[in-house]
């Protein structure tokens, strides 16, 4: 699980969406996947939910990035 912001930052780097909204709207599409927000760990977010890490992954991959771009901005 990444946070809304940081998804945000990810698409903003491969110029898909620059904003939290892009994200949101994913969500609501069904082309991301809500994750359930920890209570430890995660702070500075305004969302009490989060992203996928998988399903960002895919999203990344349907529009043409490379999987060894992917792992070089996502966590493990």
Known sequence: MITVERASRITNRFGLGFTEDYVLRRIQNGDLERALKPYNGVYNSSYGFGVSIESLA???????????????????
């Open 58 to 76: 895919k999203l990344l991959l349907r529009h043409g990035i490379t999987e060894k771009e992917i792992n070089k901005v996502l966590p493990a």
